[in-house]
């Protein structure tokens, strides 16, 4: 069992930035790979970016690629999402959640993950 709790998020103008942190409990957390997503009003819930493991390996969505990173800190069991250059796009429930199945790629589908946090809200004003 794994039990995730996101935070850090709120409404920021667009080009601001914002830091979401994820804190785990429950599994050891530098044994899965970790992932964050998130899900628009009305739209289907998107892959934002994953993290592999140790933190050395990670994959992004190309609407976030080179604005968005995703880093760990395994002795906090703690995954983040440092999000800059915010667009109103950006808007959205951001969830994190945890890949414990998953063998040795980062892995970037919804049904591939199978603990999720609650979520935060992020929204981006023009």
């Known amino acids: 069992q794994v039990q995730l709790v996101e935070s850090g998020g709120g409404l920021v103008q667009a080009g601001g930035s914002l830091r979401l942190s994820c804190a785990a409990s429950?599994?050891?957390?530098?044994?899965?790979?970790m992932g964050w997503f998130r899900q628009a009003p009305g739209k289907v819930r998107e892959f934002v970016a994953a993290?592999?493991?140790?933190?050395?390996?990670?994959v992004y969505a190309d609407s976030v690629k080179g604005r968005f990173t995703i880093s760990r800190d395994n002795a906090k069991s703690t995954v983040y999402l440092q999000m800059n250059s915010l667009k109103p796009e950006d808007t959205a429930v951001y969830s994190c959640?945890?890949?414990?199945?998953?063998?040795?790629?980062?892995?970037?589908?919804?049904?591939?993950?199978?603990?999720w946090g609650q979520g935060t809200q992020v929204t981006v004003s023009s």
């Open positions: 429950g599994r050891t957390f530098s044994s899965y790979a």
């Open positions: 959640a945890a890949d414990t199945r998953g063998i040795s790629s980062i892995r970037w589908r919804v049904y591939e993950y199978d603990y």
């Open positions: 993290i592999g493991w140790s933190g050395g390996s990670t």
